[in-house]
């Protein structure tokens, strides 16, 4: 079944969310936060719309979207310690979201935050 214009557009901000994630941003950074907001949003649309994509497919959505959240939650967080609790709790998505992807974006993310989560811990008790 061809993908709703719906689904294209989630797909598409979905992406740019996880480049964004990705790479390091300024704390005062807001479009990630809105931008995960909309993804909420059209993907509470995209599941009561007639024509929906597989439930597979609307549970992975769901999953980095989830991810994706927890991810902006976990940065909130005061300490590092907390940090790298939350953001080993998280789960990423399982499946790429582009065709270009051999790896899910979110697992890239995920990697990349704990590393940057573990250094901050280790900068911490050894006081550098």
Do not use: I
């Not at 996880?18 to 704390?27: F, G, N, S």
């Not at 994509?53 to 549970?59: I, V």
């Not at 902006?72 to 940090?83: D, G, I, Y």
Request: positive net charge; aromatic residues 4%.
């Amino acid at each position: 079944m061809a993908a709703t214009r719906l689904e294209l557009n989630l797909m598409r901000l979905l992406s740019r969310c996880e480049a964004l994630a990705a790479e390091r941003r300024d704390p005062e950074e807001w479009r990630l936060e809105k931008y995960v907001a909309a993804l909420e949003d059209m993907l509470r649309e995209l599941k009561v719309q007639v024509s929906k994509p597989a439930p597979e497919l609307l549970n992975e959505y769901s999953r980095k979207v989830d991810f994706l959240k927890g991810l902006l939650e976990a940065e909130k967080l005061s300490s590092s310690t907390e940090k790298a609790l939350a953001n080993q709790l998280l789960a990423p998505g399982r499946t790429p979201t582009t065709a270009k992807e051999r790896t899910p974006a979110t697992k890239t993310v995920h990697l990349q935050t704990k590393a940057r989560c573990t250094g901050q811990m280790r900068s911490e008790l050894l006081g550098t």
